[in-house]
């Protein structure tokens, strides 16, 4: 979760967005913040969210990590 915290981060910053990233242990809470933009989730958990929720599994295998970066730019640089 910290690595793709960063990542998220340090992808955003380059690209000029500002973000604020939280990492969440779902074992501690499942509450999600108020006006979320976006959610990306290690394991399946999230249903019916107001704000997109992808999957954090590229950042575990590394398979199509960079499609995900780019996906999470695409998203949060359309505010």
């Known amino acids: 979760m910290l690595v ?3 990542k998220i981060k340090d992808r955003c910053k380059e690209s000029g967005i500002h973000v604020t990233v ?4 779902l074992w501690e809470t ?3 913040v108020p006006g979320s933009d976006l959610i990306v989730e290690m394991f399946p958990f999230f249903g019916d969210e107001p704000c997109p929720v992808l999957s954090g599994k590229p950042f575990i295998n590394h398979i199509g990590e960079e499609e995900l970066l780019e ?3 695409q998203l949060l640089g359309t505010e």
């Open 4 to 6: 793709a915290a960063e």
């Open 22 to 25: 939280k990492i969440q242990n």
């Open 30 to 32: 499942t509450y999600v």
């Open 71 to 73: 996906e999470i730019l």
